[in-house]
Structures are given as C-alpha cells and as structure tokens.
C-alpha cells in the first residue's frame, strides 16, 4: 500500500469546493458588470443629468431619475426616525432587561417579523393601513399640524407616510435583533463596574449604548440598506406618482417600485436601460451601505471579543 | 426606561399579530378545496382558484434550488473546512454582501442573463434570479452546521486513514444533513415568498403551465394581481393565498428555530 502524504482526491475536492466558494464571490461582480453593461445606453445619452433631473417621460424618451431617488431617501429616512427608537428600546429590552425565558419567545417574534413577504405587508398596507390613514390619521394631522409643509395636501392615505410607516415595521426586526447582539457582546464587566460605582440601570444602560454607539451606527445602515431595497410592500401604498414634494401626505415614488411596475412593459431600448441604470444605482447604494455596516459591525464585535 | 422600552418591544410585536390574524380572518374565508385545485376564473366570474399559480411556485423553487444549491452547499462545505483563511473572509464578506442585495436588482440581472439570450420571459430566468436569492443564504446555513460537527469525528476519521474529501463528504456531510436541510428549506422559504424579480422573469400566466421555457404563474405574482383587482371576490382570493404563503413560511421559521435550537445554545453562552 502506497502512502501518500496528499491524497489527489483532496486537492481535487478543496479545488472544487474553492471554486464553488469563488463564484459566490465573483457573482456580486458579474451582476454589476452585467448592469454596466445594460445601462450604456442611458449611461450615454443622459450622463449625470440623469440623477439630477426630474422628467420621467416614455413617450419622449426623457428620463431622470431625480423623483425616485428621493422618493426611496424620503421613505426611508423616515421608515429610520419611526423605527429607530422602537428597536433600540426593543435591543434594550431583550439585551439588558429581560430574563432569560422572555428574552428568547420575544426574539424569535421580532425574527419572525422579517420572514413576512414583502407582499403580504403590501397587502394588509393597502386594506388596513390605507384605510385608517386615509380616514383617521391623516385629516387628524392636517387639522393640528397643516401649517408646517410635511403636512399639507388631500388625506389620500396613499403616499409617503404609508410607504414610511410600512417600511419601520420592516426594518424594525433587522435593527433590532443587529443592536442586541451588538448590546449583548458588549462585556459585563462594563455594567458590573457601572454598578459597582452606584449607577442605576437607566445609567448603566446609557453607557452601554454608548459603548455599542458603532454597532448601532451599523445595525442602522443595514436597516436603511433594506429600506432602499424595499419593492412590493411601498410600490403598494406610495402612490406610485413620480413628483417631489415635502409632504407625507403626498404621493411619491421610489426607485424599485418604478422598476417593478414599468420594467415590463418598457417597449424602448432606451427606455429598459434607463430602469436598468435605476437598478444600478440601487445596487451600487445598497452595496455600500452593506460594505460599511458589516465593517462596522464586524469590527465592533471583534474588539469586544478579545477584551 | 422599563416602560418605554417594554411599550417599544409592544408596539414592535403588535403589527406581527395584527398582520397574521388579519390575514386569517380576511383570508380563511377564501379558503377551501376548490382554491387549490381549480384554474383562475375569467374575469367577473366568482370562485375559481390558485392551481397554476402553487405549481409555479413549486417549479420556480425547485428551479431555483437546481441553480442555487450545489453552488451553495460546495461553497459552504470549503468555508467550513478550508476557509479560514483570507479567501474564505472575502468569501463570507461578499455572501453577506450579496444577501443585502434588493431582490429588484437579482430580478433585473436574472432579466439581463437570461431572458435577453432567450428572447421571452420564463420560469428559467425566474429560477435563476430565485438561486441567486437563495444563494446567500444556504450557504451561510450549510457552513454553520459544518461546522457545529464535533472535531472528534474528522480526527477519528483521519485517524482511521480516511481521505480527508471521503471524510467530509461521507461523514461530516451526512451528519450536518438535518441541520443544512433546514437552513435549506429557510432559504426556499425567502425564495417563496419574493415577488419583485418575478415580476419581469417568470412574467405570470394566467393558465396552466408546466413549460419552464415560457411565463410562469406564481403564488406571490397571484396575490400582487389579484390585491390591485377591483373586484371584492379577488381581493379576498388574495388575503387567502397571502394565509397559505405566511402559514408555509412561518412552519418552515418554527421548525428552524426547534432544530437548531441546542445547539446554538453553545454559542451563545
């Protein structure tokens, strides 16, 4: 029997499973290649005036993606300032407060809010959220706070502020579970020492979360990162109308529902690649804010490893 | 700060339950034997069904885990066994990056591969797109549970003079199956459950097909047509096929969670 120091079937097998591995790797460049290549036309025609202008018009073939880009900024900043709070007081709650049979069953409920298709919460948006808002939340905020400009317009209960209320309830679980983890990494020497000074939990929380400041910073990103992605749950309630403007009230438009209702029947060469080029710039936000929060949130989780 | 933060963890919880019993109650109304097996109704007609739009579904998944989970699982395997190197962290990085990808864009590229070349919209290209959705995932999943194998059975196995590709793919494979078949199956579940890249790839048909070279019905496409109709009886078609697709997705979570349930416990203490 011969002995040998390297199997040949090893090295084929690690080859093979290398190769595999590369791919995935190499996949997120062959998408991005591949929309390059598909936006050339609109790339060419329209430049950097393509951001910056507001026409959206098929039937003359002038195309600006300005009312988009903000509409997908505005619902989802706003998505962040509702959810925000609510995830960090849920973080709290199931990284510092809760006892351990709680703190698992509510997990578990928070998770189980992400594995809800985006389409099942356009669905219950359009009939139960639309509704309401259209017939109490809305006249209630124009008739208290009509003055200010985020406020004024027809209560159609279709526009930003279902578009921005449906994604907080997305990107809540995924802040949420991403700064607990973050919470809980964080040693317990920080809060034994906190108590040891004679901090109350409220202060000792404090400096926790000051602690974890960066890992929030990230858990934020990757839920603005999903907020930008978003496409059936807002093309459902945002109204789907491509204009800017300042109020909640109105109607307004994002980049993936545009995709999503137009990419179909695009009838122009001209007309697919300037929605490809749309798409390329979501992948392009999308990837950098991914890139930077799993930085961030790597590095956070790693510093307090080694503490 | 108890109070306000256990009112956040109860205003995070409450639309979860408002949702599922909402589309319970709207939904189970629709629901009978009929909708599962008949063909959608012309328009106008009351009653008819979801069959086309469940047996695409099912041959838009199992094309997607045809593309999807080889490339997976081989990945997975060399991230657990050979990755703890720097190609194996750019590998990780770039998974995870590729999950946070919108399911829009997979949708567009899945469009640009495939049903440019073909000329037509097809389950193909909604298979491809669905694989590359479920890529990330699966193998993050098949490389956690490769690894929770216990070192003792590859040392026991190489003790024994076992080849190490033998070990890994006879031994530790088999033994880290349940675990990845889970991780496979909440994979499928995402996959499921996407509408958006479908949308331009698999298109929709309003009849039955099995052809996997031609526009595809789907369960999600279904419930997108059926919410924007006018009409009450579609409408509530959609509430019901929303019931079935969150009770499938919501079994396949529950099950991942009881199986996985031990041995995270390590990990996490």
Same mark, same amino acid.
């Given at each position: ?49 393509? $951001? ?14 300005? /009312? ?8 989802? +900043? ?5 959810? +925000? ?31 809800? /298709? ?14 309401? $808002? ?6 209630? $905020? ?18 930003? +502020? ?54 929030? $910073? ?51 060469? +001209? ?37 | ?20 019993? !909402? ?10 034997? %009929? ?9 106008? &007609? ?5 069959? @086309? ?16 989970? *080889? ?6 395997? !060399?991230?657990?066994? !050979? ?12 998974? %995870? ?46 490389? &956690?549970?490769?690894?929770?194998? *216990?070192?003792?059975?590859? &040392? ?40 958006? *890249? ?25 419930? !997108? %047509? ?26 396949? @979570? ?14 996490? @203490?």
């Amino acid at each position: 029997m011969k002995l040998h120091t390297t199997h040949i079937g090893d090295k084929v097998f690690k080859t093979t499973t290398m190769f595999f591995a590369l791919f995935v790797f190499a996949l997120v460049f062959l998408m991005g290649y591949e929309m390059v290549r598909g936006s050339e036309l609109s790339l060419k025609q329209f430049g950097w005036k393509f $951001l910056t202008t507001s026409t959206w018009d098929p039937v003359a073939e002038e195309y600006g993606a300005l /009312p988009f880009i903000f509409g997908t900024l505005f619902s989802s +900043l706003l998505a962040l300032l509702i959810a +925000l709070p609510l995830s960090i007081g849920v973080a709290i709650f199931l990284s510092e407060l809760a006892p351990r049979w709680l703190e698992r069953p509510v997990s578990f409920l928070v998770e189980l809010l992400a594995a809800i /298709p985006s389409i099942v919460y356009g669905l219950w948006g359009i009939f139960v959220l639309v509704p309401w $808002l259209r017939t109490s939340v809305e006249p209630f $905020l124009i008739k208290s706070m009509g003055f200010l400009p985020f406020f004024k317009g027809v209560p159609y209960g279709f526009g930003m +502020l279902a578009a921005g209320i449906i994604l907080a309830i997305m990107v809540l679980p995924i802040i949420s579970s991403i700064s607990r983890d973050v919470l809980r990494a964080i040693p317990n020497s920080q809060r034994e020492a906190a108590f040891a000074l004679g901090a109350t939990k409220w202060e000792t929380t404090k400096i926790v979360l000051s602690d974890g400041k960066s890992g929030l $910073l990230g858990a934020t990103l990757l839920g603005l990162g999903r907020a930008v992605g978003e496409t059936m749950a807002v093309t459902m309630v945002i109204g789907n109308r491509p204009e800017i403007s300042y109020s909640l009230l109105d109607p307004g438009y994002s980049m993936a529902s545009v995709i999503a209702n137009e990419f179909a029947e695009a009838t122009s060469s +001209l007309y697919t690649s300037a929605l490809i080029e749309i798409a390329l710039i979501l992948f392009v936000v999308t990837i950098i804010l991914n890139v930077i929060a799993r930085l961030i949130v790597w590095s956070i989780t790693k510093k307090f490893k080694t503490t | 700060m108890t109070t306000l933060s256990m009112a956040s963890v109860a205003i995070a919880i409450i639309p979860l339950f408002l949702i599922f019993f !909402y589309t319970l109650a709207q939904g189970i109304s629709a629901l009978n034997v %009929d909708f599962f097996i008949h063909m959608p109704k012309p328009v106008g &007609e009351l009653g008819g069904g979801m069959a @086309n739009a469940l047996v695409g579904t099912t041959i838009l998944i199992g094309l997607g885990c045809l593309f999807g989970l *080889p490339i997976s699982i081989f990945a997975g395997i !060399y991230l657990a066994e !050979y990755g703890n190197n720097a190609i194996g962290q750019t590998v990780r990085f770039f998974t %995870d990056v590729l999950s946070g990808v919108p399911s829009i864009v997979v949708g567009v590229v899945a469009y640009i591969l495939v049903v440019i070349p073909m000329k037509q919209f097809s389950a193909l290209a909604g298979g491809v797109a669905l694989a590359i959705l479920m890529i990330p995932t699966a193998t993050r999943t098949t490389e &956690e549970m490769i690894r929770l194998v *216990p070192q003792s059975y590859r &040392e026991a196995a190489l003790a024994i003079g076992i080849p190490q590709w033998k070990a890994t793919l006879k031994i530790i494979l088999p033994t880290a199956m349940k675990g990845i078949t889970t991780g496979v199956l909440l994979a499928i579940a995402r996959a499921a459950g996407e509408t958006a *890249p479908l949308l331009f790839t698999a298109l929709g048909n309003r009849f039955w097909s099995t052809d996997i070279g031609h526009p595809i019905a789907s369960l999600t496409v279904f419930i !997108y %047509d059926y919410a924007k109709a006018p009409f009450d009886d579609w409408n509530r078609q959609a509430w019901g096929a929303a019931f079935v697709l969150i009770v499938l997705i919501f079994i396949v @979570n529950i099950t991942f969670r009881f199986v996985t349930r031990g041995r995270y416990k390590e990990q996490q @203490n």
